[in-house]
């Protein structure tokens, strides 16, 4: 469980990191390192050059707008739990972050990196699914911004250029008459969920739904995203009730069995979870 | 008057040194040497065809890339049988490094000598070793099929073993109801949280052997090491200082990586050190607990069991060095508390293409009480009787004692309950729980749960002999030195035999320094294991304190020229009985005991007062003496000793996701008397939360070719403090008889009858049969579905 020989690069600046990784054969992004450490450990993951990018000031900073919030690249798990800005702007951010690992690990690991990671377990992945958020990046050749449904490719793979770093990820705000909620099921506390839920629901003038839709974790190499509109949209939750929603999730979902859940138990206990994340918008 | 230790809840002294980080484990002793790094056979079942190191001995840094061919002496052959059994028909055990074939994953094939760990895994990159891959016996039902793991071991079958007491197929036949149960349990680990690891260093001008090790055995990490590298005992050393963790994995001895850190270490006058890391401890250390019962109850219409016939298989993995303990204990401790007239138990320990199987907190006992109070409960069920009135009625009665199961236990000796009281044991855990209200409590559940209750009890043999000893010596300076060949991993030794010496000796307890697992300061020992540490060594410090205790008093009577019968120690002062003013310090005992010339101190210079005393016709030292205020101790009891402990749980399931909650969790625990509270139930949480971790998170998860899919703490699933609810404790206190201080051993008991308790609760919840362990909320799910097709 020791990598294979690598060197270390700390960047000096977004320029400098997206230099380096235009130039560098066969590197890679270095954030919290939460991830790619393990796999360093195990050489699943063996690169040659990595670059940090977690002592950027430049990346370091949570910007709130009027409609959008926006997570600098060096912005920790912890720091988004506690910042109060976004506490009050996208309370669904912290409540995400509050079910990603263990605190020692939230005070390295950064939020974009786990959009950078592209786990389809990571919490992360399904908030800025289910928002329709975006990540903007960087490289020698300039910035882009790549929205949510575009980002995730596969397992661990997203749609990032090898010489492309992201320097923020873009959450819009919800808009009036709309709410969250996310629930998920874990082995232990802090593990990586067995399966998940995210919901946003909207509201119409009458207290009806008028769309809603949920991204779920684990069940498939991205995260799923679920709309309800047809089955909601002019009707109270309540009134479609759990066995409605139920059947209609087990009818979408296609998930995978592995150690900790058969394919039959991950697609019950999604639909469990879709149905209580959107129980909690009522 | 110097307060009494034995008995309080005296906080670990160990603890400010481990919390602060000042502890002294295997791998901070020094990275200036070389580091062993073993490549392992990535199939379970494989010949090798060849081994290609030519590659890493290019690697810069690289000191030696040995295969078995390179291996001299005795290392050549396999690692040693240390338990045999008559029943052990075909005993098997691996070479230090594989010779042609190679048995489980993680089996140990190439050595490489280099600067450091991160050199080693580049180099083991470059070897290149072709394999021959076979068919892998994984599981007990691939183990009973065709397939071999040992070509010349037919069938699989290690040991075949059966004992009974009584006649079982006569009680079968008589008795008014019979029922059978298929139970299992899966495999687990212990998981320490420091792995193996030794670090040898040759000093060649001295000639000796220096060996830290991290082992519960160093007294016979010496043995074996000086044996198999053909060197005198006298030139090896070792010491385990702290050990972060053992829980029988650390018993096994010696490891190939023992042999070759101290032959490397010789070989290349250099240090040499071995650190496991967490993939080779899933993979190459122990597992245990892979078992399948097959049961057979016969019982009357009041629910007393008239005869039990167990049949069992036992996976002990590829290979079976510590023999067939674990085993043996589960079919000697499955009777428990309750009276078995016809008992008959039979097993069979097989061969499988996985990690060898050795005893693991427990030792097999987890399986013994699941099958005993699984037994009961279905009895119960059968019956429509109380679950805690059918046990009440199998009961030993306390007046029952001695009471003679019948059979012979795992040290060789016949298995004697000396003292308990299991009734006691249960009413008071059911008034704990209050087993009485709970279908109260249960009316009360709320929506989308489920609630059960359980309770389970057992027995367990502990203080296994053969022996142990202690040393204890009062320096000069008032401190008092003890030692012990006995090691420590974690358990508080230090804390508890400082008590019993400060208790015998009359010292402060703040006076008493203790030393374990150092073959420098104690060259004898048995180990650290079966609950065994406080019993023996403790008994032993006792003996040793006692000696000196006696010396001091001899000594100091003639200083004081008064009767030794009237003299007594208090507070560190041999004085005359309820007269402080006539004493005499014991560290100017500890001079006089040692009549130098010279004087270093003042309490030396203080004892010259007394210098003299004696008959001047009469030799300093006479015949039948030694100098020094210290002695040896030793203690070997005739056998061992029968703790026991009820557990109840009160669980809560969770409709939708089949999660057990644990509401409430209690144990009554007895084990003898209590030296420590606040250890006994420091072991009884850390039993407790293995237990939990063994019913309901932990399992090995071999892949049908014998890959451990699950080799890390990210998908083995060792709970954390989070998911342990508060373990509530009470204690009994029914003192041995077999030994003077009347204890019995605590160590292991609070894993034991966990993942029965869990599945009598779980049951009670959901209305169908928990036969097998652990249980997965995924399985739950199914169990469910299935149930419910069933009963439709
Ligand atoms: C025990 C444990 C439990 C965990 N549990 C959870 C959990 O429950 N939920 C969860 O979501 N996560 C969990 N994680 C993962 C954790 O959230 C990680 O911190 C996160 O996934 C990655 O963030 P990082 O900053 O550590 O990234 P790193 O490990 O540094 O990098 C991860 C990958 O992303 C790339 N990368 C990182 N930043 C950028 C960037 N700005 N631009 C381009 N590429 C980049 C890296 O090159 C690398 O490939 C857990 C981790 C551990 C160790």
């Given at each position: 469980?020791?990598?294979?020989?690598?060197?270390?690069?700390?960047?000096?600046?977004?320029?400098?990191?997206?230099?380096?990784?235009?130039?560098?054969?066969?590197?890679?992004?270095?954030?919290?390192?939460?991830?790619?450490?393990?796999?360093?450990?195990?050489?699943?993951?063996?690169?040659?050059?990595?670059?940090?990018?977690?002592?950027?000031?430049?990346?370091?900073?949570?910007?709130?707008?009027?409609?959008?919030?926006?997570?600098?690249?060096?912005?920790?798990?912890?720091?988004?739990?506690?910042?109060?800005?976004?506490?009050?702007?996208?309370?669904?951010?912290?409540?995400?972050?509050?079910?990603?690992?263990?605190?020692?690990?939230?005070?390295?690991?950064?939020?974009?990196?786990?959009?950078?990671?592209?786990?389809?377990?990571?919490?992360?992945?399904?908030?800025?699914?289910?928002?329709?958020?975006?990540?903007?990046?960087?490289?020698?050749?300039?910035?882009?911004?790549?929205?949510?449904?575009?980002?995730?490719?596969?397992?661990?793979?997203?749609?990032?250029?090898?010489?492309?770093?992201?320097?923020?990820?873009?959450?819009?705000?919800?808009?009036?008459?709309?709410?969250?909620?996310?629930?998920?099921?874990?082995?232990?506390?802090?593990?990586?969920?067995?399966?998940?839920?995210?919901?946003?629901?909207?509201?119409?003038?009458?207290?009806?739904?008028?769309?809603?839709?949920?991204?779920?974790?684990?069940?498939?190499?991205?995260?799923?995203?679920?709309?309800?509109?047809?089955?909601?949209?002019?009707?109270?939750?309540?009134?479609?009730?759990?066995?409605?929603?139920?059947?209609?999730?087990?009818?979408?979902?296609?998930?995978?069995?592995?150690?900790?859940?058969?394919?039959?138990?991950?697609?019950?206990?999604?639909?469990?979870?879709?149905?209580?994340?959107?129980?909690?918008?009522? | 008057?110097?307060?009494?230790?034995?008995?309080?809840?005296?906080?670990?002294?160990?603890?400010?040194?481990?919390?602060?980080?000042?502890?002294?484990?295997?791998?901070?002793?020094?990275?200036?040497?070389?580091?062993?790094?073993?490549?392992?056979?990535?199939?379970?079942?494989?010949?090798?065809?060849?081994?290609?190191?030519?590659?890493?001995?290019?690697?810069?840094?690289?000191?030696?890339?040995?295969?078995?061919?390179?291996?001299?002496?005795?290392?050549?052959?396999?690692?040693?049988l240390l338990i045999p059994h008559p029943s052990l028909v075909a005993p098997r055990t691996?070479?230090?490094?594989?010779?042609?074939?190679?048995?489980?994953?993680?089996?140990?094939?190439?050595?490489?000598?280099?600067?450091?760990?991160?050199?080693?895994?580049?180099?083991?990159?470059?070897?290149?070793?072709?394999?021959?891959?076979?068919?892998?016996v994984v599981g007990i039902d691939a183990a009973l099929g065709?397939?071999l793991v040992h070509?010349?071991v037919p069938g699989n079958v290690a040991a075949d073993h059966v004992e009974h007491v009584g006649n079982v197929d006569q009680a079968l036949d008589e008795a008014p109801h019979v029922l059978e149960l298929d139970l299992d349990m899966e495999r687990s680990m212990g998981?320490?949280?420091?792995?193996?690891?030794?670090?040898?260093?040759?000093?060649?001008?001295?000639?000796?052997?220096?060996?830290?090790?991290?082992?519960?055995?160093?007294?016979?990490?010496?043995?074996?090491?000086?044996?198999?590298?053909?060197?005198?005992?006298?030139?090896?050393?070792?010491?385990?200082?702290?050990?972060?963790?053992?829980f029988g994995t650390?018993v096994i001895?010696?490891?190939?990586?023992?042999?070759?850190?101290?032959?490397?270490?010789?070989?290349?006058?250099?240090?040499?050190?071995?650190?496991?890391?967490?993939?080779?401890?899933?993979?190459?250390?122990s597992h245990e607990r892979a078992q399948r019962h097959q049961i057979k109850v016969g019982f009357d219409d009041e629910g007393r069991i008239l005869g039990l016939d167990v049949d069992f298989v036992h996976d002990n993995g590829a290979y079976t060095p510590y023999g067939m303990i674990a085993p043996l204990i589960t079919a000697t401790q499955l009777p428990g508390p309750y009276k078995l007239p016809n008992y008959r138990v039979r097993f069979r320990s097989v061969y499988t293409?996985t990690v060898q199987v050795t005893p693991y907190r427990g030792a097999a006992r987890p399986h013994a009480v699941f099958s005993m109070e699984r037994t009961i409960d279905r009895i119960a069920a059968f019956l429509?009787i109380?679950r805690a009135e059918l046990r009440r009625r199998n009961f030993i009665q306390p007046?029952e004692f001695p009471y003679d199961l019948g059979m012979i236990f795992q040290d060789g000796r016949p298995a004697i309950y000396d003292s308990g009281n299991y009734p006691?044991l249960l009413?008071?855990?059911?008034?704990?729980?209050?087993?009485?209200?709970?279908?109260?409590?249960?009316?009360?559940?709320?929506?989308?749960?489920?609630?059960?209750?359980g309770v389970a009890c057992y027995v367990e043999g502990t203080g296994l002999g053969p022996?142990?000893?202690?040393?204890?010596?009062?320096?000069?300076?008032?401190?008092?030195?003890?030692?012990?060949?006995?090691?420590?991993?974690?358990?508080?030794?230090?804390?508890?035999?400082?008590?019993?010496?400060?208790?015998?000796?009359?010292?402060?307890?703040?006076?008493?320094?203790?030393?374990?697992?150092?073959?420098?300061?104690?060259?004898?020992?048995?180990?650290?294991f079966a609950s065994r540490?406080?019993v023996?060594?403790?008994?032993?410090?006792?003996?040793?304190?006692?000696?000196?205790?006696?010396?001091?008093?001899?000594?100091?009577?003639?200083?004081?020229?008064?009767?030794?019968?009237?003299?007594?120690?208090?507070?560190?002062?041999?004085?005359?009985?309820?007269?402080?003013?006539?004493?005499?310090?014991?560290?100017?005992?500890?001079?006089?005991?040692?009549?130098?010339?010279?004087?270093?101190?003042?309490?030396?210079?203080?004892?010259?007062?007394?210098?003299?005393?004696?008959?001047?016709?009469?030799?300093?030292?006479?015949?039948?003496?030694?100098?020094?205020?210290?002695?040896?101790?030793?203690?070997?009891p005739v056998r061992a000793t029968f703790a026991s402990g009820a557990h109840?749980?009160?669980?809560?399931?969770?409709?939708?996701?089949?999660?057990?909650?644990?509401?409430?969790?209690?144990?009554?625990h007895d084990c003898?008397?209590?030296?420590?509270?606040?250890?006994?139930?420091?072991?009884?949480?850390?039993g407790?939360?293995q237990g939990?971790?063994g019913a309901?998170?932990?399992k090995m998860?071999?892949?049908?070719?014998?890959?451990?899919?699950?080799?890390?703490?990210?998908?083995?699933?060792?709970?954390?403090?989070?998911?342990?609810?508060?373990?509530?404790?009470?204690?009994?206190?029914?003192?041995s008889?077999l030994?003077?201080?009347?204890?019995k051993g605590a160590g292991e008991a609070g894993v034991i009858p966990v993942s029965a308790v869990i599945a009598a609760?779980?049951e009670?919840?959901?209305?169908?049969q928990i036969n097998h362990m652990p249980l997965?909320?995924?399985?739950?799910?199914?169990?469910?579905?299935?149930?419910?097709?069933?009963?439709?």
């Amino acid at each position: 469980m020791k990598p294979s020989p690598f060197s270390y690069h700390p960047a000096a600046s977004v320029d400098e990191a997206a230099q380096f990784l235009s130039e560098l054969e066969d590197a890679k992004i270095l954030a919290g390192g939460q991830s790619l450490i393990p796999l360093m450990n195990f050489r699943l993951a063996s690169p040659t050059h990595l670059i940090d990018i977690s002592g950027l000031a430049e990346l370091s900073e949570i910007k709130v707008s009027e409609s959008e919030v926006e997570i600098g690249a060096s912005v920790t798990h912890s720091q988004v739990l506690q910042s109060e800005q976004v506490g009050s702007a996208l309370p669904l951010l912290v409540e995400a972050e509050r079910l990603i690992a263990h605190e020692v690990i939230r005070n390295r690991g950064t939020l974009c990196g786990s959009l950078a990671h592209a786990d389809p377990a990571g919490e992360m992945t399904a908030v800025i699914t289910v928002l329709n958020g975006r990540v903007n990046t960087a490289s020698v050749s300039g910035g882009r911004t790549i929205e949510a449904a575009d980002l995730f490719e596969g397992p661990l793979q997203s749609s990032l250029r090898e010489d492309e770093l992201i320097v923020s990820a873009t959450f819009p705000k919800l808009g009036p008459r709309t709410v969250s909620s996310f629930r998920e099921v874990a082995r232990r506390h802090g593990d990586y969920a067995v399966a998940g839920a995210v919901s946003v629901v909207e509201y119409d003038n009458d207290d009806q739904v008028h769309s809603a839709r949920a991204a779920f974790l684990s069940v498939g190499p991205v995260p799923t995203l679920v709309s309800f509109d047809d089955l909601l949209r002019g009707n109270r939750i309540e009134d479609v009730g759990h066995n409605e929603v139920y059947n209609f999730l087990s009818s979408q979902l296609e998930p995978h069995g592995d150690l900790q859940a058969s394919a039959d138990y991950r697609r019950h206990l999604s639909a469990e979870m879709g149905w209580a994340s959107l129980e909690a918008c009522i | 008057m110097t307060t009494q230790s034995f008995g309080k809840a005296i906080r670990r002294t160990e603890d400010d040194r481990l919390i602060r980080g000042r502890g002294s484990f295997t791998d901070d002793a020094g990275s200036e040497g070389l580091s062993l790094t073993m490549i392992r056979s990535p199939y379970a079942n494989a010949r090798i065809l060849s081994i290609d190191v030519s590659e890493a001995w290019e690697v810069e840094g690289v000191r030696a890339v040995l295969t078995y061919s390179d291996l001299p002496g005795r290392l050549v052959e396999p690692l040693p049988l240390l338990i045999p059994h008559p029943s052990l028909v075909a005993p098997r055990t691996q070479y230090i490094l594989a010779k042609e074939h190679v048995r489980y994953v993680g089996e140990a094939v190439v050595a490489i000598f280099a600067t450091d760990r991160y050199v080693g895994e580049d180099a083991a990159e470059r070897v290149i070793v072709e394999y021959e891959p076979r068919k892998a016996v994984v599981g007990i039902d691939a183990a009973l099929g065709p397939d071999l793991v040992h070509d010349d071991v037919p069938g699989n079958v290690a040991a075949d073993h059966v004992e009974h007491v009584g006649n079982v197929d006569q009680a079968l036949d008589e008795a008014p109801h019979v029922l059978e149960l298929d139970l299992d349990m899966e495999r687990s680990m212990g998981s320490s949280l420091e792995g193996r690891a030794s670090h040898a260093t040759w000093d060649r001008h001295s000639r000796k052997l220096r060996i830290q090790n991290a082992t519960q055995t160093p007294t016979s990490v010496r043995f074996a090491v000086a044996n198999i590298l053909e060197i005198p005992d006298e030139q090896v050393e070792v010491f385990a200082i702290d050990v972060g963790g053992g829980f029988g994995t650390k018993v096994i001895h010696p490891w190939p990586e023992d042999i070759l850190t101290a032959w490397g270490a010789i070989e290349y006058e250099r240090p040499v050190k071995f650190t496991e890391d967490r993939v080779e401890h899933f993979i190459s250390s122990s597992h245990e607990r892979a078992q399948r019962h097959q049961i057979k109850v016969g019982f009357d219409d009041e629910g007393r069991i008239l005869g039990l016939d167990v049949d069992f298989v036992h996976d002990n993995g590829a290979y079976t060095p510590y023999g067939m303990i674990a085993p043996l204990i589960t079919a000697t401790q499955l009777p428990g508390p309750y009276k078995l007239p016809n008992y008959r138990v039979r097993f069979r320990s097989v061969y499988t293409n996985t990690v060898q199987v050795t005893p693991y907190r427990g030792a097999a006992r987890p399986h013994a009480v699941f099958s005993m109070e699984r037994t009961i409960d279905r009895i119960a069920a059968f019956l429509e009787i109380d679950r805690a009135e059918l046990r009440r009625r199998n009961f030993i009665q306390p007046d029952e004692f001695p009471y003679d199961l019948g059979m012979i236990f795992q040290d060789g000796r016949p298995a004697i309950y000396d003292s308990g009281n299991y009734p006691e044991l249960l009413e008071k855990v059911l008034a704990m729980i209050d087993w009485d209200g709970f279908p109260e409590r249960r009316s009360q559940t709320p929506p989308g749960r489920r609630r059960g209750i359980g309770v389970a009890c057992y027995v367990e043999g502990t203080g296994l002999g053969p022996y142990e000893g202690g040393h204890v010596r009062v320096e000069t300076g008032g401190k008092v030195q003890v030692s012990t060949g006995l090691a420590s991993s974690g358990q508080g030794h230090h804390t508890v035999f400082a008590q019993i010496v400060s208790d015998e000796l009359g010292v402060p307890f703040e006076d008493v320094e203790v030393v374990t697992g150092d073959t420098r300061r104690f060259q004898y020992a048995v180990g650290t294991f079966a609950s065994r540490a406080a019993v023996m060594s403790g008994n032993a410090v006792a003996e040793a304190a006692r000696l000196v205790k006696e010396k001091a008093i001899q000594i100091a009577a003639e200083a004081l020229e008064a009767n030794p019968d009237d003299l007594e120690i208090v507070d560190a002062q041999v004085q005359v009985k309820g007269t402080p003013a006539r004493g005499i310090p014991l560290a100017q005992v500890a001079v006089l005991a040692n009549p130098l010339r010279y004087s270093f101190s003042e309490a030396a210079r203080a004892a010259t007062q007394f210098a003299g005393a004696g008959d001047l016709d009469e030799p300093p030292i006479k015949p039948g003496e030694d100098p020094g205020l210290e002695a040896a101790g030793w203690y070997s009891p005739v056998r061992a000793t029968f703790a026991s402990g009820a557990h109840a749980v009160e669980v809560e399931v969770d409709t939708a996701t089949s999660e057990v909650e644990i509401l409430r969790y209690c144990v009554v625990h007895d084990c003898g008397r209590l030296i420590n509270p606040l250890i006994v139930e420091g072991q009884i949480h850390g039993g407790v939360a293995q237990g939990i971790a063994g019913a309901l998170y932990e399992k090995m998860a071999y892949d049908e070719d014998g890959n451990l899919q699950n080799a890390s703490f990210m998908d083995f699933l060792m709970p954390y403090c989070t998911e342990i609810p508060e373990v509530e404790i009470d204690h009994l206190e029914t003192p041995s008889p077999l030994n003077p201080l009347g204890i019995k051993g605590a160590g292991e008991a609070g894993v034991i009858p966990v993942s029965a308790v869990i599945a009598a609760a779980v049951e009670d919840a959901e209305g169908f049969q928990i036969n097998h362990m652990p249980l997965f909320p995924s399985e739950l799910h199914e169990m469910r579905l299935m149930n419910a097709e069933v009963s439709e």
